[in-house]
């Protein structure tokens, strides 16, 4: 009985504590019943890999320049790598004049993803906006800020319901800065980024998803969308170009884009089961602040448009923005599986 | 335990609430226990007005009066539906009866303090709990929100290797303990659940009977009175009109189709549970399976799911005798239980 008495002041104590955190608008601490250990293996995965990335590429870069006898010079040219000059991202602001002007590098070639054993384990949400940048909005008050919030708080149960680790850039109507989110991002040692948006679209009638992960870009439309995106003026232009010199680091890069596909094919096979006239926007790149500060696979998903009245009235819909939750679900395990089946 | 000390504080009057898709129940320190249909209903216009002679009617008298009302079930899944002020309102009209009924008014007059412990589905959302939270604020001076059947496991002292299953007309909600406040890890939430037989039940019984018609509450009413699985020991014949004509149908098999297709769903999740415990202490939470909720009140469903744990090394299932009042009677010990330092933190 004794016993009894002292597990029951425990549970109290725990779900008190739960409490407290919800009166004061806060996420509970995560008590994870999984071994401390285990994160340690992780975090040690972590700083593990990109060392032993850069030694392998390091080791054989030196003897390959040996044996061109270009290693003396110290501009000696890895196997991994190409001298391929960079695609200039041909922006017309300040940035792409940097961008052009900086001195150009070398860009690795793609490493096969079976070099490292992937998986995903845990994935960052981001609900696009929040708090005093509310962003787009429908005609009649729906705010993508809240949209946004709303959808990734269902992902979120989904992930988690299957077993992925989720944290949130946000989980309340905050502000937060782009840099904010790459930084909680970055923290957080997520496998993946998932940022989820609402789009505004020009044409009205149009409606369609869209995905994007980072790189340049020379469609004036995208532009205005990242700019847009980006607007909370926090990019500092070294940023941007190193983030741009990043992109080309292989494996990012093209796990963004299977990620954005993944993602960008679940979203629209699930909507045309209920509108087969949904637009394939497709895949993109764009230089979207949010993308740039993560140092994991990044997307940022345009879920819908509110310029659309049909996709306003069916954001009103809870049901609606489960489904839209479903299929971002969807998308990232079907990643997640290839993943694992690849590297296996 | 809730009894023992219910003279402990005559200051406080304290409430366990289950707050649930079909029927929400209160038990109070006072000794009142009462459980209600969740629907509310204001009436449609003027005229339904002057006949109900109220301006909102809850539960059975709402469901009875329907034609006559904007009728709402405010909580879809066990939570308040979103995106709905209406529903908002409505919630908050169910917690102002559940609680006038269990003597909240009374209390109020002679200057006690009410605090009240209010059971969610295990997975429900920080959102879910913030809504619930505007939604009582004002009611109660303290709220404190807990998983369902964690109040149904502290109720009946299942604190150690227990696996709890609440089955509600919204979701069934899952709970192992391990003797510690459960986690995520601990806690699944399937939305299979009674109005999920429901539904098999009205597409099968539509499937063979297309010129019978019949209403959501009357499937449900059905399922109520003559739900069970395993083999059937009386017919099921239930009336329904036919072009207007009363007629009745043995609907026996579609019964049991429909409440079995609730089976692999609880069996697979509870086997999944159990299989991520501590191996040396699955048989002992196979041993000790705990059913509540009024769908557990469906005829064999322990026996059926006590025979599918056979093919992982058998165990016991039991029904809790008080399916129906077991969450709010775990939220009252719990309410009880907490110290007044505790109830500070949690102020509505």
Redesign the interface.
């Known amino acids: 009985m004794a016993s ?1 008495t002292r ?2 002041q ?7 504590e ?3 955190f ?2 004061q ?1 806060k ?1 509970p601490p ?4 999984r071994p401390r250990v285990y994160r340690g293996l992780r975090a040690a995965f972590f700083v593990v890999a990109p060392l032993a990335l850069f030694s392998l590429t390091y080791v054989v870069g030196r003897a390959a320049a040996e044996k061109t006898g270009a290693g003396a010079s110290g501009l000696g040219r890895p196997i991994l790598l190409s001298r391929e000059p960079l695609p200039s991202p041909v922006v017309e602001t300040p940035q792409a004049v940097v961008l052009a002007s900086a001195p150009s590098f070398a860009a690795p070639e793609p490493i096969g993803r079976e070099v490292f054993p992937l998986a995903v384990r845990r994935v960052v949400l981001d609900p696009g906006h929040g708090g005093e940048n509310r962003g787009t909005a429908s005609r009649d008050g729906l705010m993508e800020k809240e949209l946004t919030l ?1 959808i990734a ?2 992902l ?2 989904l992930l ?2 299957a ?1 992925f680790e989720v944290e949130m850039t946000r ?1 309340d109507d905050a502000t937060l800065s782009l840099a904010r989110r790459g930084e909680l991002a970055n923290r957080a040692e997520g496998d993946i980024f998932v940022s989820i948006h609402v789009n505004w679209l020009e044409d009205t009638d149009a409606r369609g998803v869209e995905t994007f992960y980072l790189g340049p870009t020379d469609d004036p439309y995208l532009e205005r969308l990242a700019a847009s995106e980006n607007g909370d003026g926090s990019l500092r232009l070294a940023e941007l170009r190193e983030a741009l010199e990043r992109v080309y680091a292989g494996v990012r890069r093209e796990e963004s884009r299977a990620l954005a596909e993944a993602v960008q094919r679940s979203l629209l096979v699930s909507l045309r089961t209920l509108d087969p006239g949904v637009r394939n926007r497709g895949v993109k790149t764009a230089p979207f602040g949010v993308l740039i500060r993560t140092q994991m696979p990044a997307i940022l998903a345009e879920v819908g448009a509110l310029s659309s009245e049909v996709d306003s009235e069916l954001f ?3 049901s609606y923005r489960q489904y839209l939750a479903e299929a971002l679900f969807e998308g990232i395990q079907a990643y997640s599986r290839n993943l694992s089946d690849n590297s296996a | 335990m809730a009894k023992e000390k219910e003279s402990g504080d005559e200051h406080v009057l304290n409430l366990g609430i289950d707050l649930g898709t079909s029927r929400s129940s209160v038990s109070a320190s006072n000794g009142a226990r009462h459980m209600i249909d969740s629907y509310v209903g204001w009436p449609v216009d003027m005229v339904a007005r002057k006949v109900i002679k109220r301006d909102v009617l809850i539960g059975r008298e709402a469901l009875d009066n329907r034609l006559m009302l904007d009728l709402h079930r405010p909580l879809e899944r066990g939570l308040i ?3 709905s002020e209406k529903a908002i309102a409505a919630v908050r009209e169910l917690l102002r009866h559940l609680m006038a009924l269990a003597g909240v008014d009374e209390a109020l007059e002679k200057g006690l303090k009410v605090r009240a412990v209010v059971g969610v589905p295990a ?1 429900a ?3 879910n ?2 809504q619930l ?1 505007s939604a009582m604020s004002g009611l109660v001076d303290s ?4 998983s369902e059947p ?1 109040a149904v496991a ?1 109720g009946l ?1 299942a ?2 290797h227990a696996l709890i299953v609440d089955l509600g007309a919204g979701t069934t909600d899952f709970c192992v303990m391990k ?3 459960p ?4 806690q ?1 939430t399937l939305t299979q659940a009674g109005d999920f037989v429901d539904q098999q039940l009205m597409q099968l019984f539509q499937a063979s009977n297309p010129e019978a018609n019949v209403t959501g509450h009357m499937v449900s009413e059905w399922k109520e009175n003559y739900s069970f699985v395993g083999e059937a020991r009386d017919r099921v014949v239930v009336e329904a009109p036919v072009q207007g004509k009363p007629t009745q149908f043995d609907i026996t098999e579609e019964m049991q189709a429909a409440c079995e297709s609730l089976l692999p769903h609880v069996t697979e999740t509870m086997i999944d549970l159990i299989s991520r415990v501590e191996p040396e202490y699955q048989a002992r939470m196979r041993g000790n399976v705990i059913l509540s909720g009024g769908t557990a009140l469906i005829k064999g469903l322990g026996v059926s799911l006590q025979d599918a744990l056979q093919e992982v090394g058998g165990g016991k299932v039991r029904v809790v005798k008080d399916p129906v009042y077991v969450g709010s009677d775990g939220g009252l010990a ?1 309410a009880i ?3 007044e330092s ?1 109830w500070e ?3 509505a």
Do not use: C, H, W
């Not at chain 2, 986690?183 to 601990?186: A, K, N, T, V, Y």
């Open positions: 009894v597990v029951k425990r549970l109290l104590r725990e779900a008190v739960e409490n407290v919800l009166v608008g996420r995560r008590r994870s019943g709303d708080e269902r979120r149960a988690e319901g077993a989980t009103r819909d809870p | 539906r979103e995106g997975e959302l920080r959102v709990k913030q939270r709220l404190m929100i807990v964690f502290y002292d604190l150690l003797g510690r406040y986690r995520e890890e601990d699944r719990i239980d907490a110290p505790d933190l949690l102020q």
